[in-house]
């Protein structure tokens, strides 16, 4: 009798195939250090410095920075005011962080909830929302907020929260339309039939499922608020001092762009790479997202 060879355990057509993760790019790995660095310098801003943000020391006036003709005493050189650069810019940092990191959420918050309700309500709910939508996005929002704060005058809980209004509409549109695409699918008739409330429904069970779209346009907005921060920052409608902004050291270093460009270059170049930063992250998740398997 002959001996039948053993078969394979696996047929070469049956073969698995090891699906691997895409290697992520150097571009977003920088990016990412970038902003975790940023996090780390807005977080512990006030133990970074020997200097405070606010000291002034007229005797020390626009000194360039090290390299420059500076010494070690101020690695970034010192204003018009003898204000130490590097002080300043790390506070200016937190600050900036700060604000549009809330505007961000509050825009986040607002347009979410908006989109929420005008799916569940439908109707006239439904028409004044998109009504205000259509509004905001047909305004242009500088004009608004420089008419707003000449008007109201300036405070930071009053600057954030009128930066927050910013994009707001674009959360309410792509929550409302994700959600009534939820509405027609069968888990969320069946969650509806168990007796489930609509707030239990839209945060428990739709929110979840559409939360990595948002984040994704979270990212996106991010740097448009940085952005916008700044420019009002430049016109003197920001931030006031003694406080300072990125914006804000922009727009005082302007006036001594030949004599003293130090004063004006850092803010705008940590101002450039975490825009940069942030986008790339953002289009990133936004192709993973996107991606069919």
């Not at 986040?108 to 998109?130: K, M, N, P």
């Not at 927050?164 to 792509?174: D, F, K, N």
């Not at 994700?178 to 739709?206: C, D, E, K, M």
């Amino acid at each position: 009798m002959t001996d039948i060879p053993a078969m394979p355990s696996t047929m070469p057509g049956a073969r698995k195939e090891t699906r691997r993760s895409p290697a992520v790019p150097l571009s977003i790995k920088l990016a990412f250090g970038w902003l975790v660095l940023m996090l780390l310098i807005g977080v512990f801003a006030s133990y970074l410095s020997i200097y405070d943000f606010k000291a002034l020391d007229l005797k020390a006036r626009l000194v360039p920075p090290l390299g420059f003709g500076g010494d070690t005493r101020h690695l970034l050189g010192t204003d018009e005011l003898g204000r130490d650069v590097l002080a300043r810019l790390l506070f200016s940092i937190q600050m900036s962080l700060l604000i549009a990191f809330g505007a961000t959420v509050i825009g986040a918050v607002l347009g979410t909830t908006l989109g929420f309700l005008s799916a569940h309500y439908r109707g006239w709910v439904e028409q004044i929302v998109l009504a205000c939508v259509d509004f905001q996005a047909s305004m242009p929002f500088l004009i608004l907020a420089l008419a707003v704060l000449a008007f109201f005058g300036n405070s930071l809980p009053l600057f954030v929260a009128l930066l927050g209004l910013h994009g707001w509409e674009r959360y309410a549109r792509i929550t409302r339309a994700l959600t009534l695409s939820a509405n027609s699918q069968g888990y969320i008739a069946a969650v509806r039939q168990l007796g489930a409330n609509p707030w239990r429904i839209y945060f428990r069970h739709v929110l979840p499922n559409i939360a990595s779209t948002l984040i994704v346009t979270m990212t996106i907005a991010f740097p448009e608020v940085i952005l916008l921060e700044s420019g009002l920052s430049f016109l003197g409608l920001g931030v006031q001092p003694p406080l300072t902004s990125l914006g804000n050291m922009v727009g005082y270093g302007r006036d001594y762009l030949t004599r003293a460009p130090w004063i004006l270059v850092a803010p705008a170049v940590v101002i450039s790479i975490s825009t940069l930063s942030i986008s790339l992250i953002g289009d990133w998740f936004r192709d993973r997202l996107d991606r069919t398997p």
